[in-house]
């Protein structure tokens, strides 16, 4: 007789922020976010970038025809903003649902932002309107000025930009993406509820070691870069903390084997298909699975204005070993945790 295996009913999460990439690729990837998550906030760093409502309305087309039969899933998607954006083409394309969110890349913070913004200062009248009709703005917050060192990136992005922006625009909504600092840490906490984050699975898991002890390991190389272990203890009391500005964004980022394992090795790492797992693996650890739920299904929805999800997600304590790699469309990609065992497994789904 074999015990009973210790289960876990959720709300339905989202992912609040994830990359798709097109093409071959997108079908590949698409079904490993679509059978866990009600909804995701899609990246627009696509080659060209996505900066119009009407490339935005084509993006979500081909994202829902590579949708698994049966999954019921909803992709929410962003603009990219450049210095050139028009503020009426965004503000209509999120009147119409279309754009649920805007995205901020500093130009040349990281992959496809060589049109991101240049100085904040030339989209002020944007963000102005974007406050004005309540369209959050999502965040890549890390300077991009040579002489800043990669690892002091984030930090100083708030003191140079991002603190004088919520001071100057306060009823603006602003996610801080993919936070990886105690200084984040420490910025959301002290701002108003207007300014919440989101925290990935690997900023959870690794610090700077990864990446480079033994050897370089490319798949552990994303942006913002790990850093040191006292930041990654500062990231895991916030997630696990019960404050509802904490919330779950993947940043899961396909890119293929090849791309990683190069001379000049893409950021990114590609952690949607045990998102969930590798989550809970963390909130475990903690001794907070309690705090999970507001984590993964509740606090997201809550700071962008959306209804909570219905529909339900059971994972159960089971150990499996992560494959070494997965169906990438044209090629394979490296998932994160390659390799190693996870403790849960999601195993059903309602919607
Ligand atoms: O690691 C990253 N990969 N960070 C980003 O900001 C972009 C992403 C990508 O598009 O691959
Ligand atoms: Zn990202």
């Given at each position: 007789m074999t015990a009973a295996p210790e289960s876990l009913t959720i709300r339905r999460p989202d992912d609040w922020h994830l990359h798709f990439r097109d093409g071959a690729t997108m079908r590949a990837v698409v079904p490993h976010t679509a059978t866990q998550f009600a909804r995701a906030i899609v990246m627009?760093?696509?080659?060209?970038?996505?900066?119009t409502s009407a490339q935005a309305a084509a993006y979500r087309e081909r994202i829902l025809d590579a949708v698994p039969e049966g999954a019921q899933f909803t992709p929410l998607m962003t603009a990219y903003l450049t210095?050139?954006?028009d503020a009426d083409d965004l503000a209509q394309g999120h009147a119409a649902g279309i754009f649920t969110a805007a995205k901020l890349y500093p130009a040349g913070a990281t992959t496809n932002s060589a049109h991101g913004v240049t100085d904040v200062a030339n989209i002020m009248a944007v963000l102005e309107r974007m406050a004005a009709i309540g369209m959050p703005l999502c965040v890549h917050g890390e300077v991009t000025s040579a002489d800043i060192d990669i690892f002091d990136r984030e930090a100083v992005f708030i003191d140079r930009v991002l603190a004088p922006l919520v001071s100057k625009l306060p009823e603006l909504k602003v996610i801080f993406e993919h936070i990886t600092t105690s200084q984040a840490v420490q910025f959301v906490d002290g701002a108003s509820a207007n300014v919440a984050a989101t925290i990935t699975p690997q900023h959870l898991h690794i610090n700077r070691n990864a990446m480079l002890v033994g050897g370089m390991r490319p798949h552990m190389y994303c942006l913002p870069v790990a850093k040191r272990e006292e930041h990654r203890l500062a990231l895991r009391r916030a997630a696990t903390s019960?404050?509802?500005?904490y919330f779950l964004g993947t940043d899961s980022a396909p890119h293929h084997r090849a791309a990683k394992e190069s001379d000049c090795g893409c950021a990114g790492i590609f952690n949607a298909p045990f998102a969930l797992e590798s989550y809970l693996a963390v909130f475990e650890e903690e001794s907070a699975i309690a705090q999970f739920e507001g984590f993964a299904s509740e606090n997201g929805p809550r700071i962008y204005g959306l209804p909570l999800n219905e529909g339900s997600v059971t994972l159960e304590k089971t150990t499996h070993i992560v494959p070494d790699e997965v169906d990438g469309g044209d090629a394979r990609i490296v998932p994160f945790h390659a390799g190693e065992t996870l403790n849960w497994r999601l195993v059903s789904v309602t919607d």
């Open positions: 627009p760093n696509l080659s060209p970038p996505v900066t210095d050139q954006t019960g404050s509802a500005k």
